[in-house]
């Protein structure tokens, strides 16, 4: 029979370590072109043109890129500054696979000039860690929902599988990476770093609302309305999807580990109100 390894305490140099190890550890060294990149029908490519959001999410994972290089110039513990710069590197590859992707099939875009960065880096990352959280629990269950019906091809769904399994490594770090940072703290400061947290999601959530009725709301309805039609799935199912998702993605790493628990715990509330 296998023994469980003992919890380990937040806050800790065990717990950094741990965090910071796996995460680096984990890291999957590829270019864009590397990629398993099929031949898409010109009903595809079309389909995939009429999407609004490609200048926003490469200027998005490019400005990521720029905040955490920066927030990770100004640490000074060695294992955590070479951690948070690789997930810049990261978060700037997904910058560059998204460019080469629509490079690949002639899909046009426009690059947004950077914006400029922000003076606390360390809230920067928390809004922007935060915000990760939040879409990469409903990426999930796009994702599967998307390898389950015909809308496009599995090939291109499987292409972009290592970039949605990153996603699962930099939650799992973000998560930690909050308690370690809250727990360093002492006892009576804390709590102000719980609400630091919670007004952090909030301001991530509410920020994502606006993002999506500039780039277009009918557009994301419209497009929710033909993944249900699609899939078979009411919201209830998609949640549901969601939640299972978040829990596979996030399996395979070690189980002392924090994993993210706010966004699928009001997800759940959400769940069983519907």
């Not at 389950?148 to 292409?159: G, H, N, R, V, W």
């Not at 939650?171 to 727990?183: A, D, K, T």
């Not at 969601?242 to 509330?269: F, H, Q, S, T």
Request: glycine share 4%.
């Amino acid at each position: 029979m296998t023994m469980e390894a003992a919890p380990i305490q937040y806050g800790t140099e065990e717990h950094k370590q741990l965090f910071c190890r796996q995460f680096i550890d984990s890291h999957k060294p590829f270019e864009p072109e590397d990629l398993p990149w099929p031949e898409l029908s010109q009903e595809v490519i079309d389909k995939l043109a009429g999407f609004p959001i490609w200048d926003y999410a490469i200027h998005t994972e490019r400005q990521v890129f720029n905040k955490l290089t920066a927030y990770a110039k100004e640490i000074e513990d060695p294992l955590l500054k070479e951690a948070m710069a690789l997930q810049a590197y990261e978060e700037g590859r997904h910058a560059d696979i998204l460019r080469y992707f629509l490079n690949r099939y002639g899909i046009p875009f426009k690059e947004i000039p950077d914006k400029r960065l922000p003076s606390n880096l360390e809230w920067c990352f928390m809004t922007t860690g935060t915000g990760e959280c939040i879409d990469s629990f409903f990426a999930f269950g796009f994702i599967q929902v998307s390898k389950s019906t015909e809308d496009y091809p599995l090939e291109l769904i499987e292409a972009m599988e290592p970039i949605v399994q990153e996603e699962a490594r930099h939650i799992l770090f973000i998560q930690n990476w909050l308690y370690y940072q809250r727990y360093t703290r002492s006892f009576l400061v804390q709590p102000f770093h719980f609400l630091l947290t919670m007004y952090a999601f909030l301001n991530s959530g509410i920020s994502r609302l606006m993002e999506m009725k500039d780039l277009g709301g009918s557009a994301f309805t419209a497009q929710a309305t033909q993944y249900e039609s699609s899939s078979g799935l009411n919201a209830k199912g998609f949640i549901e999807l969601c939640l299972k998702e978040n829990r596979r993605r996030l399996a395979p790493y070690d189980k002392r580990l924090a994993r993210p628990k706010l966004i699928p715990r009001v997800m759940g509330m959400v769940r069983h109100a519907l």
